[in-house]
């Protein structure tokens, strides 16, 4: 099967490799109808993370079940289906904790920007929809596998409530995705952290009420006078950044949890000022299994449209110019067509 | 008047200073009946925190209303009083946000291990009490000025819930009173990490369903096979050392808070690890005025006796020899009887 490869610093290729199987009972194989370009893997595209020799890309699908193992009874050839990017057992004690995502017997999408993509744990794990009617639908359905759940857990990590104010730290898919979140669960203000189109555009529509295009001190300065002088309620912090985090715990209020998602690269948490001012911080890799059905429900009835990020659509043969148009932030997000 | 004064590392005098005076409308002047030495104390007596020139020492007192400012209305001179370590005002964003420990206009206890104390904001901060009958009530009514809520704040900021198991790092005061914070809050089980009496026998009339005596991995790894191999739902860090920390995030299972109330020194926060596990940290100086009225009302009706903490009381010309007691863990906590 064709697959995109990461062999360095912005050197995508599309290689032919040998098709998934199923190895475990519990497995499945899926042929992926469309797989999307994460903020994550950008880290590894321009060679921030340590590369050991070249990487299968991709980790959010949705696609159509193609073989299932013996074990595998919920789901069938011909389904539909949404990938969460951390295949979950649903079992054991993380799981039955919620913590899916820290699963004992964890599995993840591996090569999602290509054909085929071996799921583990398929009865526990793949989200069976009906095939979506339109494009649009087809986009929200592909969020579900990481970016809306990821912007989901970073409010509920960060506390976000009803009539309380929240901010947003980083205005990619995962942040507009946070901006939605905490906009459905009534945060009010909503404040995105924004400075350009089409982003500022895409927030206010998720439910954003003020947008502050400003950076560093400046930012921090608007966020707190628009919070009572001291900061919000929630942070959510979506970028992974140690400015990004820093400006997050000044825009928390004193009692206040950064709910923290994006992937810490170089932050340095600066525990005597969270001690002495009572900020929190809380986050991590999004149980995507334990938000789905929720997050399914309220894309399928129609009531969000969280597939408005992905904003870019390209064939797998055009798969670096999707790379390109994110790296550039010509793109929010990139959809890659099987 | 005359008051515990640290000049260096170990180095503490009785010296005459001047009495405190109500220097705003809203001060009043406790004379103390009662002062503790504290944990964090013992930083400064180490040489473990920079000292400029010398500190005034002490802020934990009970004591009876000596004078008070024009617009204290509602303690009057010969009030029985418990005096929060912080003063806060009390209708500040924060304060009426529950975290009075951030007030913008804070106060705090200065040279409470000697005569005379200024409190600031008297009306909004002073718990005002009947004499106590008898020491143990005395002393019980000097751990609301600090320890007890700063343990209960440990248990709160790590999320303690009924029939979820919590672990407590750290024998001292805080750390015994945390144990009976996560008791009364319905933990189950209730780990202490305490190797030696009398500190084990107080965990357990506290409430710990177990002492953990070892120390580093071996007690990481005891924690976890308490707690279904995966770490404990809450976990209460009421040390302030980076070992303490450490032990405290491996102890936490995948989706788990650490309620953090020690001073931090020398903590570097995993935040990669923490990300994977989805671990988060949380807390701070204790908001001493929103819980007291709650953990008074626990202490007056006999329900709770933390003032078994402090097993060892001094004159304020002993001092001295307290201060000794509770750096080589001969004693708990110590009270200082004016």
Redesign the interface.
């Known amino acids: 099967m064709r697959v995109t490869t990461l062999h360095g610093a912005r050197d995508l290729r599309i290689e032919e490799h040998p098709l998934p199987i199923v190895s475990e009972s519990t497995d499945a194989v899926v042929k992926v109808v469309a797989g999307g370009v994460c903020g994550s893997d950008l880290w590894w595209y321009r060679g921030l993370n340590p590369l050991p020799t070249r990487r299968l890309m991709g980790h959010e699908v949705v696609g159509v079940v193609e073989t299932t193992g013996s074990a595998v009874t919920r789901v069938k050839p011909g389904d539909f289906v949404v990938v969460p990017f951390c295949h979950a057992d649903g079992t054991c004690?993380?799981c039955r904790?919620?913590?899916q995502?820290?699963c004992?017997e964890l599995g993840s999408t591996v090569g999602g920007q290509g054909e085929y993509v071996r799921v583990a744990h398929a009865d526990a794990c793949l989200f069976v929809a009906d095939p979506p009617a339109d494009d649009l639908l087809l986009r929200s359905l592909l969020t579900l596998t990481d970016v809306l759940a990821t912007g989901w857990h970073a409010a509920r990590?960060a506390g976000v409530a009803a009539g309380r104010s929240a901010v947003v730290v980083g205005d990619g898919a995962v942040g507009l995705c946070g901006v939605l979140a905490a906009s459905i669960l009534g945060a009010d203000p909503v404040i995105a952290l924004s400075g350009r189109e089409p982003r500022q555009g895409l927030a206010s529509a998720f439910g954003a009420t003020q947008c502050v295009g400003s950076r560093g001190q400046d930012a921090v300065r608007t966020v707190r006078r628009l919070t009572?002088?001291?900061g919000a309620?929630a942070v959510l912090e979506c970028v992974g950044t140690g400015d990004a985090m820093e400006a997050a715990l000044q825009m928390a209020?004193?009692?206040a949890?950064v709910g923290?998602v994006g992937?810490?690269h170089g932050?340095?948490?600066p525990?005597?000022e969270?001690?002495?001012?009572?900020?929190?911080?809380?986050?991590?890799?999004a149980?995507v299994q334990r938000y789905l059905p929720h997050l399914a429900e309220m894309v399928l009835s129609g009531r969000i449209e969280p597939g408005r990020v992905l904003d870019r659509e390209v064939t797998l043969d055009a798969v670096a110019e999707g790379y390109q148009a994110m790296d550039t932030r010509q793109a929010v997000k990139v959809l890659v067509r099987m």
Chains 1, 2 share one sequence.
């Open positions: 004690v993380a904790g919620g913590v995502s820290a004992l990590c009572e002088g001291v309620h209020r004193p009692g949890t923290f992937i810490p932050v340095e948490l525990i005597t969270m001690f002495r001012r009572n900020v929190g911080v809380r986050g991590g890799i149980p």
